[in-house]
């Protein structure tokens, strides 16, 4: 294998070595010296075709441009967590809601690093092959960006922002592309956004990650206020270039410049759609695998005058600074990328990365009378339900493969430190078949019980949303049973997945000890909820929940309703939720004093300096997620109830202080009224390990401060 990894790269670099007389191939110039020389060698159809082909079975590669010695370039590739789709192995991390769990930017970073160490190997080894074909590239369609909206799927925005930052940071950091794209909403949607809900709500992450660098964005499949995504010059030209100043290129989700026409009806045939979409903003079309596309009608569209060769070259302009970017057009000595191969995939490294994003992805939602951690129990555990061994749930949508001997169930991890009794009682998720006796004989067998229950990609994936938050068929009845008879024997509750989940009755019954969330750990798993259990060092937990969990239905709004009202801990009634967005337990406890600004008053266009101490007062080390709130005392429009406006994951000794330095910007004030607005007023901050005022909260008190922001109203621009 060594010498064919070799033989192999020697080939690449052959291959990457032709045409080097050309300008745009030395190195020497700046980027856009050479981008200047490359875009004056294309013609219109070489152009035509590399907006055409961004992808998806026959509609990829980008063809090769041999006269210039420009080789096939392959834009659809999958990245979430991991090297997804691409044939032969792949180191699998958590699910994205997990690894938001984890209140950690540090953590995402070396997980979309490790992932761009995989990406960017497996691609060398493609290219040695010849092999173009979707998911065999180096422009990731990651991270997917999604505000908790609606409970059934999303995430949460100001979290985002920051974890989002450094994902990209992570995965640029080995030459990769990342490909940021949002949630959408039905086809068919007529539903109108507010402005403001839309720029303070929907939109702030995506800025960031512009304002970050990012190369690409995605239009989604969605309209907003009546305009599909991918022809919504609004969005992709006003906002994103003009507001943002965002240089790169927009490609589109699968098939949503054609669904333009053949979904949304917005136009009425492909040459239509083309004109549209390009005018509009977007630079790439990822199709449904027809050859003859939508943008393969550019240069009809500029025959007739209704798209300019400038609008062209500008549109094909960011593909080619991507490519070059990468190293595409270096000497192939340049880029000590292009030595990464088999060797640099699934390493120890990496495998130990996605146990470490494991166990700081899970969330302990309760622990009664200290049930975790447990001691080794003499006759071992009963491992009990859907999820207990079956490897191909523990994953999620969208997730590499990883070699089998890595994966690890709930039943495998256990079984590393004591004898278990396994039954499934439902083969699948959906639980509509039930075996109550195999899960009885296994749970009066041993003397620790683990209830192992959740969704699965059958209940909730890529359209495929949830009806409602209960727990899946027969699954409450198997909990109940497994609780009757472990007759007091401890019951730990572990769920397996993504949006939240009514555990009201496991909530409230106090034979069930503890309820670990773990979301979609992957292949990590059993290893992972083994060691935190069991309280192995460094492994208490602190990972606080992403979204807000709903009490029930009668909670949540209904879909059609864009409006941000009852929506998101930001916005959320008046009646509590099952558990707030930022809550987790910990094995010890933590006691906050001393919140402090650097000035009880500030200017308009101020910045303020927050500090609070945190201490540990248990008996065990841990982690802490040190959370920062802002609340508005008054203002001209409607405003969240409050904000989180920072946060830091920090270790925190036992009895021994540590002082967390927060900075709030005046940009984090600012309200949507037409424009960017900052008003005076009294402000409130909030600091400690949760939100404020909830009914269901951590031992830990949380501090607050006001401070008063004077002078007039200002537009934040003009600060």
């Not at 964005?217 to 609004?234: D, L």
């Not at 359209?463 to 024997?489: K, Y």
């Not at 830091?648 to 202080?657: A, E, G, L, S, T």
Request: with cysteine.
């Amino acid at each position: 294998m060594a010498l064919l990894h070799t033989v192999g790269t020697l080939l690449l670099l052959a291959r990457l070595s032709q045409g080097e007389d050309f300008p745009f191939r030395d190195p020497s110039l700046s980027w856009e010296e050479r981008l200047d020389d490359l875009m004056g060698r294309l013609t219109l159809e070489e152009m035509v075709l590399q907006m055409a082909r961004g992808g998806a079975r026959n509609n990829g590669p980008a063809p090769s441009i041999e006269r210039l010695g420009i080789g096939p370039f392959t834009w659809n590739t999958e990245c979430l967590r991991g090297d997804v789709e691409a044939y032969g192995w792949a180191t699998s991390y958590p699910q994205a809601l997990g690894l938001a769990a984890s209140f950690s930017p540090e953590l995402i970073h070396r997980v979309a690093n490790a992932t761009a160490t995989e990406v960017r190997a497996k691609h060398n080894i493609f290219a040695t092959l010849g092999d173009y074909r979707d998911h065999t590239g180096l422009t990731c369609f990651s991270p997917v960006l999604n505000i908790m909206r609606h409970p059934l799927w999303g995430r949460n925005q100001v979290l985002l922002t920051r974890l989002a930052r450094r994902g990209r940071y992570g995965w640029q950091l080995k030459g990769e592309g990342g490909s940021i794209a949002g949630g959408s909403d039905s086809l068919g949607s007529l539903w109108q956004v507010e402005e403001r809900d839309w720029r303070m709500t929907f939109l702030p992450q995506f800025e960031a990650c512009a304002r970050a660098g990012t190369f690409s964005f995605m239009c989604s499949y969605n309209r907003i206020n009546g305009v599909p995504a991918c022809a919504n010059k609004k969005l992709l030209t006003d906002i994103l270039r003009g507001e943002w100043g965002f240089q790169g290129y927009v490609v589109s989700d699968e098939g949503a410049v054609e669904l333009i026409m053949a979904g949304h009806h917005y136009t009425h045939d492909f040459l239509e759609t083309a004109i549209a979409s390009v005018n509009a903003g977007c630079n790439l079309e990822l199709s449904y695998g027809i050859t003859r596309n939508v943008f393969m009608n550019i240069g009809k569209a500029v025959a007739m005058g209704n798209i300019s060769l400038e609008t062209v070259r500008a549109r094909v302009r960011p593909l080619f600074r991507t490519r070059m970017r990468l190293g595409e057009f270096d000497p192939p000595t340049m880029n000590p990328y292009n030595l990464l191969g088999p060797a640099n995939v699934q390493t120890e490294a990496h495998r130990q990365l996605a146990l470490e994003a494991a166990v700081r992805s899970f969330v302990l939602l309760k622990n009664q009378r200290g049930t975790l951690p447990l001691k080794a129990p003499g006759k071992g555990f009963a491992v009990v339900g859907p999820f207990a061994d079956n490897p191909s749930l523990l994953f999620g949508d969208y997730a590499p493969i990883p070699d089998p001997q890595y994966i690890y169930t709930p039943r495998r991890g256990l079984e590393t430190i004591s004898a278990v009794r396994f039954a499934a009682g439902c083969t699948f998720p959906r639980c509509d078949r039930y075996a109550p006796d195999e899960v009885k004989a296994a749970v009066q067998a041993a003397d620790v019980v683990v209830v192992c229950l959740g969704t699965g990609i059958d209940l909730e994936t890529e359209a495929v949303d949830r009806s409602d938050l209960a727990l899946p068929g027969h699954q409450l009845e198997l909990l109940q049973d497994a609780v009757a008879w472990a007759a007091g024997r401890p019951v730990i509750l572990l769920l397996f997945n993504a949006g939240p989940l009514d555990v009201s009755w496991a909530k409230g019954n106090e034979s069930v000890g503890a309820i670990l969330t773990c979301f979609f750990p992957a292949q990590a798993a059993g290893l992972a909820i083994a060691k935190v259990l069991l309280g192995a060092e460094g492994t208490n937990p602190a990972g606080r929940l992403p979204a807000t969990w709903p009490a029930g239905m009668h909670q949540v709004p209904p879909m059609e309703n864009y409006t941000m009202v009852g929506r998101t801990y930001r916005y959320f009634g008046d009646e509590a939720p099952l558990y707030p967005f930022g809550y987790g337990l910990s094995f010890t406890s933590f006691r906050y004093s001393s919140l402090k600004t650097d000035s009880d008053v500030i200017p308009i266009c101020g910045n303020l300096s927050v500090s609070v101490v945190v201490e540990n007062v248990g008996s065990r080390e841990g982690e802490e997620v040190v959370q920062l709130y802002l609340g508005w005392g008054s203002s001209s429009v409607p405003v969240p109830r409050w904000q989180l406006v920072g946060f830091r994951r920090v270790p925190v000794p036992v009895n021994r202080p540590v002082k967390v330095l927060f900075q709030v910007s005046y940009k984090q004030r600012a309200v949507w009224a037409g424009k960017w607005l900052l008003e005076p007023g009294v402000f409130t901050l909030f600091a400690g390990g949760q939100q404020p005022f909830q009914e269901t909260h951590v031992p830990s008190n949380v501090l607050q401060a006001d401070f008063v922001v004077s002078g007039r109203p200002r537009g934040s621009q003009q600060c």
